[in-house]
Structures are given as structure tokens and as C-alpha cells.
């Protein structure tokens, strides 16, 4: 079973998926992040790299995307780049991801690629608001990659808001599951967590 996880920056989604991960049991449960799949930015000065628009779909490697789910899906091996957010690049190490009966893909945008969208058996968008969402990118993005607020409320402004309102917020149509993000999360976890142990104790019977 193939679970989508979408949502705006800062709306809770890895959050999510990864306390299903942890319920379930990583035995059980890979998690692919979109986040890892963006463009390797190191041919380009450092200050344009700053500038890049890294909320539209061009920004990210889809193909190697669509091709990793297809072999976790196929029972085989992927080798999943590690992304360095502080300077735009892709780190010479990867992470292999084995293939489990649950795969997690969350992203902002993989309802925004169709190629993505079909191959997920389950989609789930996790709706937050706006200002709880834009708090979370400012504490984040100063915490943990070293952005100043003026940066990030730049980039909140030039493309962030602009890129979630044109595809972002659209793709949640595709959604089965919606999350009112802010809400019963716990009590939603456990539904989902329960969706998962269903399809596993189905797929074990058959075995």
C-alpha cells in the first residue's frame, strides 16, 4: 500500500508520517520525503541558489521520484539522495530504502505531479492555516538551517504563498483523507495507523 501524505510548508505532514512510521514499526514502514528529491543547485553561485524557487514543481527531481516508488513497489531497493538545505545541494551520500509492505511518500507537491498521484493507493492532505503554517517555517527554518527571519519571510512572500495557492492548495481536491491540521491529530494518526495494520493483517492472511 502506497500512502500519500500532502500538505502545505509547516502544516504537520512528516510529523504525521513519521508517528505512523513509529506506531506501525519501521520493519513495516519505509518513508520516502520529497524534500530529498529537489535539484542539485551546486553549479550555481550560492546567491542565486538562495533565490531559486524551490515551491514549483520544476524544482524537484520527479523522474528519480517516479522511479524509486515504482522499484519500492516492484520489491526492489532505492537509493534516495540526502538534500543540504543550507547551501542548495545534494550531499555526496544516499540513503537506501528497502522496500516494506507500506510506503509513506509525504511532499508539498506530490499531488501536484500526476505521475506521483497514480501510483498512491491512499492520498491524505493535511489542511493547517496559514499563520500557524508560516510560524512553523520561521521557528524551522532559524532553528534548523540557520535562515534568518527576513529571509524567510522573503521567501514566504516572493514564492512560498504564491507557489501554495497556485498548486498546492488545488491539489488537495485529490485528496480521500482530509486533516484539519490543529484539530484531534492524535485521534487521526490512529485511524490512519489503523488503515495500515487492517491492510498488513489482509495482506498477511492471504499469505
Do not use: W
Not at 501524505?5 to 506501525?24: L, N, P, Q, W, Y
Not at 522511479?67 to 526492489?76: A, C, T, V
Not at 501510483?119 to 492532505?125: K, S, T
Amino acid at each position: 500500500m502506497i500512502i500519500g501524505i500532502c500538505g502545505g510548508t509547516g502544516s504537520g505532514k512528516t510529523t504525521i508520517a513519521r508517528a505512523i512510521v513509529e506506531a506501525v514499526g519501521e520493519k513495516k514502514v519505509v518513508l520516502v520525503e520529497q524534500d530529498s528529491y529537489y535539484r542539485n543547485l551546486s553549479d550555481m553561485p550560492l546567491d542565486e541558489r538562495h533565490q531559486a524557487n524551490f515551491d514549483h514543481p520544476d524544482s524537484l527531481d520527479s523522474d528519480m521520484l517516479v522511479n524509486h516508488i515504482l522499484r519500492l513497489k516492484q520489491g526492489l531497493s532505492a537509493e534516495m539522495p540526502l538534500y543540504d538545505f543550507k547551501t542548495h545541494t545534494r550531499s555526496d551520500k544516499i540513503e537506501i530504502i528497502e522496500p516494506k509492505p507500506v510506503v509513506i511518500v509525504e511532499g508539498i507537491l506530490i499531488f501536484a505531479e500526476p505521475r506521483v498521484l497514480d501510483l498512491l493507493d491512499v492520498r491524505i492532505y493535511v489542511d493547517t492555516p496559514d499563520d500557524i503554517r508560516l510560524m512553523r517555517r520561521l521557528k524551522r527554518d532559524f532553528t534548523e538551517r540557520g535562515r534568518s527571519f527576513e529571509r524567510t519571510l522573503e521567501q514566504y512572500d516572493r514564492t512560498i504563498r504564491p507557489m501554495h495557492f497556485e498548486f498546492v492548495e488545488p491539489s488537495k481536491r485529490h485528496a480521500d483523507i482530509i486533516i484539519p491540521e490543529g484539530g484531534q491529530i492524535g485521534v487521526s494518526v490512529e485511524i490512519l495507523c489503523g488503515l495500515v495494520r487492517e491492510k498488513l493483517s489482509q495482506e498477511q492472511a492471504v499469505k
